[in-house]
C-alpha cells in the first residue's frame, strides 16, 4: 500500500468561507482518514468486505448524525460541518460515506423528524455512537425511480402491525441493527417502520459481485409476516414526501461528498504527472495531459462554490429539493469525469489498485444512480423550470 499523500486542492480559496470551526471539524475527519481508511479501504475493496472496524471512528469524528441535536447524542454542527465531513470520507471511499449518509440522513434523520421522543432517546445516542447501525429501505425490486409504486405494505392487527414485502438493493442491509422501511397502509399510504433485527420473518441476504462501492455491504430486506409493535411506526409525517425529505438530506451530503473522491483523483493525477517521465520530459509538461488538470480542477473549484452556496442555504432552511438535485447531478457527473481523465493520465498505472482512481471510478457509477438518477435529478430541475412533470 502507498504512502497517502493527499493534499487538498482549494484553488479559489474557499477555506476563507470557513469558520475556525468548519476547518477543525473538515480537518478532524481528514486526518482519521489518512490514519485508519487509507491503509486498508483498497484491500476491503479488492476483498468485498465492509470495515465494520471503522463504525467507531466515524462515531468519533461525528460522521453519524453530524445535524442531530446533541441531546440527542448527535454532534450539534450546521450543515457545511455536514457537507465538509461527507466530502473527506468520501475522499477516502465513497463506500464509507455512504454508510455515514445512510445513518445520518436516512435512518437519523427520520427517527428525529417524525419519531415519538420515546424513539429518539431510544435510538439516537446509539446510532451516534455507532453501537448501533441502520439501514433506508425504500427501492423495491420492481420500483426504483418511481417509489411511489411500492408494494411492501402492512396491515393493522389490532395489538401489532403484520408487514410484507421486499426491498432491495439496501446499504447497510447486511450488518444494521434496525431498518427504517418504507410501506403502505391499507388505504396505500406510505408509512415508515422501524424494522429491528431478530423479528421473526425479517431477513437481510447480502447482494453479491458488485463492481462498485466494494467496500460498503448492500442487500435485501425481505418481509414475510412480520409482527412490528406498534410502537415502532413514526407517528409524525406519511405520505411520500416523509422519505423524500429524507433523500433531500442525504443528496445534500453526496453532493459534497463526490467533491472528495474528484479531488483524491485530481490530487493523485497531478503528481503522477510532474513524476512520470516519457519522452524525455513529465508527462506533466504535454498540452494534453495540462489540458485534463486544468479542467479538472476547474470543475473541482465549480463543485466546491456550488455546495459552500447550497450549504449556507441550508443552515437558513431555504435550500430547495431542486437546488439538491442539481448540486447532486452536477457534482456526481463531475467527480466520474475527473476520476475517468485521472485513470488516463496515469496510464496502466491508472488500474491498479496502488492508486485509489479506478475504486474511486467504479464506486461514483453506483452514486450516479443511487438516490435518485443523473437523469431523474435532471427531470427534477425541468419540472422546477417548467412547471411540467415530464416522468409519465
Ligand atoms: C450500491 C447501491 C446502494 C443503494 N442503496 C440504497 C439504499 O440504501 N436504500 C434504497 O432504498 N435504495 C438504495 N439503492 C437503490 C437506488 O436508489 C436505485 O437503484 C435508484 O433509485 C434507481 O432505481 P433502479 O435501479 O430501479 O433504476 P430504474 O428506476 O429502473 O431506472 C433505470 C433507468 O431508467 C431511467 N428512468 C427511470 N424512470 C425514468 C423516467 N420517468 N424518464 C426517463 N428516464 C427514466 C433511470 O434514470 C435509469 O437510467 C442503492 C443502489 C445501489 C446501486
Redesign the pocket.
Known amino acids: 500500500m502507498k504512502a497517502d499523500l493527499f493534499q487538498a486542492p482549494d484553488y479559489y480559496n474557499i477555506d476563507d468561507l470557513l469558520t475556525p470551526e468548519h476547518k477543525l471539524i473538515r480537518n478532524t475527519a481528514r486526518e482519521w482518514v489518512k490514519r485508519d481508511v487509507s491503509p486498508i479501504i483498497e484491500d476491503a475493496a479488492q476483498n468485498a468486505e465492509f470495515p465494520k472496524q471503522l463504525i467507531k471512528g466515524l462515531g468519533e469524528i461525528g460522521a453519524f448524525g453530524p445535524y442531530i441535536p446533541t441531546e440527542y447524542g448527535g454532534a450539534g454542527l450546521d450543515q457545511i460541518s455536514y457537507g465538509l465531513i461527507m466530502q473527506e470520507i468520501e475522499r477516502g471511499d465513497s463506500g464509507i460515506r455512504?454508510t455515514a449518509s445512510?445513518q445520518s440522513s436516512?435512518v437519523m434523520y427520520p427517527i428525529w423528524k417524525y419519531g415519538t421522543e420515546e424513539q429518539r432517546k431510544k435510538y439516537l445516542p446509539k446510532l451516534a455512537s455507532g453501537e448501533m447501525t441502520g439501514?433506508?429501505?425504500?427501492?423495491e425490486p420492481?420500483?426504483?425511480?418511481?417509489?411511489g409504486s411500492m408494494t411492501t405494505h402492512f396491515a393493522d392487527k389490532g395489538d401489532h402491525y403484520l408487514l410484507n414485502g421486499a426491498?432491495?438493493?439496501?446499504?447497510?442491509?447486511p450488518f444494521a441493527d434496525i431498518a427504517i422501511v418504507?410501506a403502505k397502509d391499507e388505504t396505500g399510504r406510505i408509512h415508515g417502520l422501524i424494522v429491528e433485527r431478530g423479528m421473526e420473518g425479517f431477513s437481510t441476504p447480502e447482494?453479491h459481485h458488485?463492481w462498485?462501492?466494494r467496500a460498503?455491504a448492500?442487500g435485501e430486506l425481505i418481509f414475510d409476516n412480520v409482527k412490528i409493535p406498534k410502537e415502532n411506526l413514526l407517528p409524525n409525517k406519511s405520505g411520500l414526501s416523509a422519505?423524500l425529505q429524507c433523500l433531500d438530506s442525504a443528496r445534500y451530503g453526496i453532493a459534497w461528498g463526490v467533491i472528495g473522491a474528484a479531488m483524491d483523483c485530481y490530487d493523485t493525477a497531478l503528481r503522477y504527472a510532474k513524476e512520470r517521465m516519457q519522452f524525455d520530459r513529465p508527462i506533466a509538461a504535454t498540452q494534453l495531459q495540462q489540458k485534463k488538470l486544468a479542467e479538472m480542477i476547474t470543475e473541482i473549484t465549480k463543485a466546491q462554490l456550488l455546495c459552500w452556496r447550497l450549504g449556507v442555504l441550508r443552515n437558513e432552511g431555504k435550500a430547495t429539493t431542486a437546488q439538491i438535485s442539481m448540486a447532486k447531478r452536477n457534482n456526481v457527473a463531475m467527480a466520474l469525469n475527473v476520476a475517468r481523465e485521472a485513470r488516463q493520465i496515469l496510464g496502466a498505472m491508472g488500474i491498479s489498485g496502488e492508486y485509489s482512481i479506478m475504486r474511486h471510478m467504479m464506486n461514483l457509477e453506483?452514486v450516479i444512480?443511487?438516490?435518485?438518477?443523473?437523469?431523474?435529478h435532471l427531470?427534477i430541475t425541468g419540472m422546477d423550470i417548467t412547471g411540467i412533470p415530464?416522468?409519465?
Open positions: 455512504s445512510v436516512l439501514a433506508f429501505g425504500m427501492t420492481n420500483h426504483g425511480s418511481d417509489p426491498k432491495m438493493w439496501i446499504s447497510n442491509a418504507w447482494t458488485k462498485s462501492l460498503s448492500t422519505p453506483s444512480t443511487y438516490e435518485g438518477t443523473h437523469d431523474i427531470l415530464a416522468f409519465k
